[in-house]
């Protein structure tokens, strides 16, 4: 069975300082993808990434950038010069390819970033 | 790109009474959706998963009769929370799934607040 946990509930950062949140998931499945999301306070989830089980090139995109370990079953995500707007809750979420196709979220952490 | 439009953004209804939310794909056919309830400062846990033309797949724990779901048409999902209790009160998202050139996609809804007095 696919989990995703998330051991940090809420990180608190002082703007422009660099953070990151951590993921570890489980699967037994050799075929998977690997999401991220960010949960501003409208509720709203905004997709960040997504990552499949046979690329593990680290990706940046602007102030962003994920580190995927398949050794280790991390998909950790780094904000760095963090902006009061990245405050939210950022989720990772995990879906096997095995045409379930179910999207599980870990427990999410929640990232406030203050002036 | 993929859109999902969810309606309502928010309901208040009464003990007892019964609340339709719709998630329809504007402009993509969506085979597969999904429904997922998230309480106050929890995470995302998933309800059922519906499929076009098929009874929906609920999770362990989920009561079938309580939340019907209707997937009626390639672009339609509804989930129906009947009897509503203030304990249903929540925040209810879908999302579909897209399909590409060998690789798949979600889309989300912006969710709806219930909120049962």
């Known amino acids: 069975a696919q989990k995703v946990t998330q051991a940090q509930t809420e990180i608190s950062v002082v703007e422009k300082e660099d953070v990151t949140l951590d993921c570890v998931y489980e699967?037994?499945?050799?075929?998977?993808?690997l999401f991220w999301y960010k949960q501003p306070p409208s509720g709203e989830l905004v997709f960040l990434i997504r990552r499949n089980s046979f690329d593990e090139q680290n990706e940046i995109s602007g102030r962003y950038s994920w580190n995927f370990q398949k050794s280790t079953s991390s998909f950790n995500f780094t904000i760095t010069a963090s902006q009061v707007v990245d405050s939210a809750v950022y989720f990772c979420?995990?879906?096997?390819?095995?045409?379930?196709?179910?999207?599980?979220f870990g427990t999410g952490t929640r990232l406030q970033v203050f002036p | 790109g993929a859109v999902v439009s969810q309606h309502p953004s928010w309901v208040i209804c009464k003990s007892g009474t019964s609340v339709k939310i719709e998630c329809r794909s504007l402009d993509f056919q969506a085979t597969t959706m999904f429904w997922y309830r998230q309480f106050p400062k929890q995470s995302l846990m998933l309800m059922a998963t519906s499929n076009e033309g098929s009874k929906a797949t609920y999770e362990q724990g989920v009561e079938k009769d309580k939340f019907l779901i209707n997937h009626a048409s390639l672009t339609l999902s509804t989930l129906t929370v009947t009897s509503a209790h203030p304990e249903d009160s929540s925040f209810y998202i879908c999302?579909?799934?897209?399909?590409?050139?060998?690789?798949?996609?979600?889309?989300f809804g912006s969710g709806t607040r219930l909120t049962v007095v």
């Open positions: 979420a995990l879906s096997e390819g095995d045409n379930t196709d179910k999207l599980i």
């Open positions: 699967t037994r499945d050799t075929t998977y993808y």
């Open positions: 999302s579909a799934l897209k399909w590409t050139t060998g690789t798949y996609g979600y889309t």
